[in-house]
């Protein structure tokens, strides 16, 4: 009796995210973490405490850690930039969107269709799809920005006139209208942070199971592993 053999076809691996890369991806999500816990507290203060005022620092504590993580933010963000130039191919992409090419937008239309189950099976892509990488760049990238912005504007107000960030960012606020604008239009920059952050976790996830290639894991070895 002939044995029938099965063959296992081994499932390719790639190298695409290079450590400095994901070290600024975790950094970043733990920034973003703490910067939207303590900036919903400052938007929505805790109750008074009890005793005199000079006896607590709570919101004190919440502030200083919001700055401290917003500045994190800031530097990784240069940090990242500065990558891009001198990274593999792939750091480029957070900062880059091929706009006017038709190719990109079938592919993202593809990736729509994936997305909204209409597609058995998506393109498999070594970096970004193109769908994530319109989503980073825009829901991301240039979000990141204007929270920045808007946010070391307010800082710069509590330094005073004359800060450094005060002497950077101050424009903003006249920019805007008065200080009251730029922290509404802040806080509601936390809100679309927050549903960015909910819709990237479910698309790697979802991807990680349905798309048969890594994600999640391949933001921590760096290799992304494409299944048949």
């Known amino acids: 009796m002939s044995e029938q053999i099965e063959v296992i076809r081994a499932p390719q691996v790639v190298y695409v995210y290079e450590a400095p ?14 910067l939207c816990i303590t900036g919903y507290f400052i ?21 200083f850690a919001h700055f401290a993580a917003g500045q994190v933010m800031a530097v990784g963000l240069l940090g990242r930039a500065y990558w891009a130039f001198v990274g593999n191919h792939h ?5 880059t969107l091929p706009l006017f090419r038709k190719e990109y937008w079938r592919e993202v239309r593809a990736m729509l269709a994936w997305y909204a189950f209409l597609r058995p099976r998506p393109n498999q892509y070594v970096g970004h ?4 990488r319109l989503a980073m760049f825009f829901g991301f ?20 006139h004359g800060s450094w960030a005060d002497k950077l960012f101050g424009w903003v606020i006249p920019l805007f209208g008065q200080s009251q604008d730029v922290h509404t239009w802040h ?19 979802r991807e990680d ?3 048969r290639q890594s994600m999640v894991s391949t933001m921590i070895s760096g290799y992304r592993t494409f299944k048949d």
């Open 21 to 34: 890369v994901r070290l600024w991806h975790w950094v970043n999500a733990l920034a973003i973490l703490v």
């Open 43 to 63: 938007g929505s203060p805790l109750p008074s405490m009890p005793g005199e005022a000079s006896d607590h620092y709570t919101m004190g504590y919440i502030r």
């Open 129 to 132: 799809n193109p769908m994530a």
């Open 141 to 160: 990238f240039w979000l990141s920005l204007f929270m920045l912005f808007t946010g070391f504007a307010l800082y710069g107000e509590g330094l005073q």
């Open 209 to 211: 199971i349905m798309s």
């Open 91 to 95: 750091a480029h992409e957070l900062f």
């Open 187 to 205: 806080h509601f920059g936390m809100w679309m942070i927050v549903i960015f952050v909910i819709l990237h976790v479910y698309a790697a996830i």
